[in-house]
């Protein structure tokens, strides 16, 4: 329980709070949830550090924490949770120059008849950071060819190390 309230608490720091206190919080919470053994808990740290490292724009370690977070997802069967990380792999592709591929890929999460109200929020997040500047029309291109993806010929690609992989 405490691994679950820290990692909460490590995501609302990963939002809100200088980049080193939501560092700290983020470690401390995966650390906790290593200690606990919990593959859901787990997967959580993994997130938020994914998340704190993409932020420091570290992106090597985003990426392989992010990757972390969607192997556990996917051996537990957690559909939304690897809908939410695709928000994350968006904003990572973006950081790396492909815009469009995290346009793509937020299409895809958006559309997806699993993505739950929190992954929602989420995608919805990332669709306003990387919109910015672009034209409408090229987002909505983006989004529409994202929405006709195949999530799990992308989540197999995610897995296999090949985020810029099929379908994109």
Do not use: C
């Not at 973006?94 to 815009?99: S, T």
């Amino acid at each position: 329980m405490q691994a679950m309230i820290l990692t909460g608490m490590s995501w609302s720091y990963n939002r809100l709070r200088p980049i080193e206190e939501a560092m700290q919080t983020a470690r401390q919470s995966y650390e906790l949830a290593v200690e606990g053994g919990s593959d859901y808990l787990i997967s959580g740290g993994h997130y938020v550090l994914g998340a704190a490292f993409l932020r420091q724009g570290r992106l090597d370690e985003a990426r392989r924490h992010l990757t972390e977070t969607a192997k556990l997802d996917h051996r537990m069967g957690l559909v939304d949770g690897n809908l939410v990380n695709l928000a994350w792999f968006a904003r990572l592709r973006a950081a790396e120059g492909d815009v469009q591929g995290g346009l793509e890929w937020l299409g895809l999460a958006k559309s997806h008849p699993a993505l739950g109200t929190d992954g929602r929020l989420e995608v919805e997040g990332a669709l306003e950071e990387l919109r910015a500047g672009l034209p409408e029309e090229q987002i909505r291109d983006a989004i529409d060819r994202g929405a006709k993806l195949d999530f799990e010929a992308v989540i197999a690609g995610i897995l296999a190390g090949k985020e810029d992989g099929p379908g994109t």
